[in-house]
């Protein structure tokens, strides 16, 4: 005997049920971190922000997605259990830089953050950099691929705020928060990932030349340094491949001033538009 197909009032009482069965889960997940927050008396001093395991996490969620329900709904919905449940342990403010222009940062820092977590803006990189590291536990947001000034260089001294992750986590043409961003904290020990390393450069000699020498081997903001033919570079560069990028710069008629790591995050993870994964 076949089974009758379900009536609406049935699908209805199948979406109520699960509505409340998520909402039971988030309960269950604010005990948790209630008591996580016992454990770690929330004395510890840096970010609560913890880049590597978001990562991990925003990862995982996309490679077990399926189904109509959009991957920018689900993403955007993680992300904001994940950062109001981070606030819950340890409040924080997120500052941003609107030089890029307001309606893209504001919809990354929205999108990535929430609406509990207070939002600051700022005319400037420097001022993000300045009011995270006045702040205790505070997140900046800065574009990561221009830049008027070499706003990285305040990151340079031991004990000042560094970039520990680049959003979004995950990226594709069409995401609704695709600016991409640096994300800047006082780095928790254990938030730590090394993926990529930020580095802030001094060159001599800068010109096309050495541009397109760098242009294979990392990611790379410059921006004009005093002197003639120089340049004060960020440059965003797989663990260990530095060497290999000064050797470069060399070769193209520059010479390396001064360098310093200013920060580390995850690989770029990218999603095409036909769902494949790449991680360059």
Known sequence: MTKPPPTLADLRREIDRIDEAMHRLLMERGDIIDTLIATKKTAESGSAFRPAREADMM???VERHRGILPLDTAESIWRVIIATFTYVQAPFSV?????????????????????????????????????????????GLVPAMVAKDPWWTALEADGSPKIIARLPFVERTDHPAGLPVFAIARPHPDAVVTDVETWSIRVA???????????????????PDRGFEAAALL?????????????????????????????????????????AVTTP
């Open 59 to 61: 990862r995982r969620l």
């Open 95 to 139: 500052h941003a830089d609107l030089s890029a222009g307001e309606p893209a940062m504001r919809d990354s820092a929205r999108f990535h953050f929430g609406f509990t977590v207070p939002f600051v803006s700022h005319l400037g990189a420097a001022g993000v950099v300045a009011a995270v590291a006045a702040s205790r536990g505070d997140l």
């Open 205 to 223: 000699g800068w010109g096309p030349t050495a541009a397109r020498a760098l242009d294979p081997l990392a990611e790379a903001v410059a921006v």
């Open 235 to 275: 440059v965003s560069v797989a663990r260990g491949g530095l060497d290999s990028l000064e050797k470069a710069l060399v070769a193209a008629g520059a010479s390396v001033r001064s360098k310093a790591l200013v920060g580390s995050h995850a690989r770029r993870y990218t999603v095409a538009a036909n769902g």
